[in-house]
């Protein structure tokens, strides 16, 4: 968890990217958080209701902004709450 909030600080500390090779680094990082922070979701669901974390986490993949607010709501509801509010915030 603590390298996804890391990569999220650097990628904020770079500002607006002014060159490709700014943005690419940015978009890097910010893929690397993502990955991380899933992870450690994916790890906190052991302590809870797998099932419903694993399916919640699966949606946060997909485009429809409706169906990620609803995975993350059942994220912040079925999980530990110190341990899924700092990824869900990514």
Request: hydrophobic fraction near 45%; glycine fraction near 6%; avoid cysteine.
């Amino acid at each position: 968890m603590e390298r996804a909030l890391e990569d999220t600080r650097l990628r904020d500390a770079l500002g607006s990217p002014n060159s490709e090779a700014l943005e690419l680094l940015r978009r890097s990082l910010e893929a690397r958080a993502e990955r991380n922070a899933v992870d450690a979701l994916r790890a906190a669901a052991l302590l809870g209701d797998r099932g419903a974390v694993s399916a919640a986490i699966e949606n946060l993949t997909v485009s429809d902004p409706g169906q990620r607010a609803n995975a993350l709501e059942v994220i912040e509801t079925v999980g530990e709450p110190a341990i899924v509010r700092p990824p869900v915030a990514l």
